[in-house]
Antibody, heavy 120, light 107 residues
């Protein structure tokens, strides 16, 4: 079975950085893009960007350019999302999600989510 | 950026009702439209991709239609487990964007 398992909840102070991991199993990690989506409490879904685990290229939403870095370590089938210069507006659940196939960016498998709380 | 407008933002319905949710894109997205269901405290689940393709394992009471700028998610006969929030998403170009969501509540 295909799974994405994320790292645990984080509490950070304003100005700090956070790194969330997403470990894949049950499929060829390098074959499918990994996207990152966040959801602030009581709010909708917001796309942050993606990484191609095969060659490591990325595409970030302009809103996060300069603050977000997506990387991967293929030997352990894990993708990472690091967000810097955190503010209270970054308090949210962060999800990784796998692309369905090469023809569509629909997200067919999601991680369980990682709650990131930014508070002084 | 392509704006996705969902309506209604919430609705109340009974078990067995036919429910329709609409999603409008701010420009032509052909059929690059997906639908997700999300229950409280859980990650979203993919229901429909490329406007009308049913994701594996999703009950056939869910269907999607539309092209261009106007799209519809229909639940033919609402079941208890369908009370949730629903989101549309365009994947025509980046940034990928979601609609604001529709919360389906029990009447």
């Amino acid at each position: 079975q295909v799974h994405l398992v994320q790292s645990g909840a984080e509490v950070k102070k304003p100005g700090a950085s956070v790194r969330v991991s997403c470990t894949a199993s049950g499929y060829t990690f390098t074959g499918y893009f990994i996207h990152w989506v966040r959801q602030a409490p009581g709010q909708g879904l917001e796309w942050m960007g993606y990484i191609n685990p095969n060659i490591g290229d990325t595409n970030y939403a302009q809103k996060f350019q300069g603050r977000v870095t997506m990387t991967r370590e293929t030997s352990i089938s894990t993708a990472y999302m690091e967000l810097s210069s955190l503010t209270s507006d970054d308090t949210a659940v962060y999800y990784c999600a796998k692309r369905l196939n090469k023809r569509t960016d629909a997200f067919d498998v999601w991680g369980q989510g990682t709650m990131v709380t930014v508070s002084s | 950026d392509i704006q996705m407008t969902q309506s209604p933002s919430s609705l109340s319905a009974s078990v067995g009702d036919r429910v329709t949710i609409t999603c409008r894109a701010s420009q032509d997205i052909i059929n690059k439209l997906n639908w997700y269901q999300q229950k409280p405290g859980k990650a979203p689940d993919l229901l429909i991709y490329t406007a009308s393709s049913l994701q594996s394992g999703v009950p056939p009471r869910f269907s999607g239609s539309g092209s261009g700028t106007d799209f519809t998610l229909t639940i033919s006969s609402l079941q208890l487990e369908d009370f949730a929030s629903y989101y549309c998403q365009q994947t025509y170009n980046v940034p990928l964007t979601f609609g604001g969501g529709t919360k389906v509540q029990i009447k």
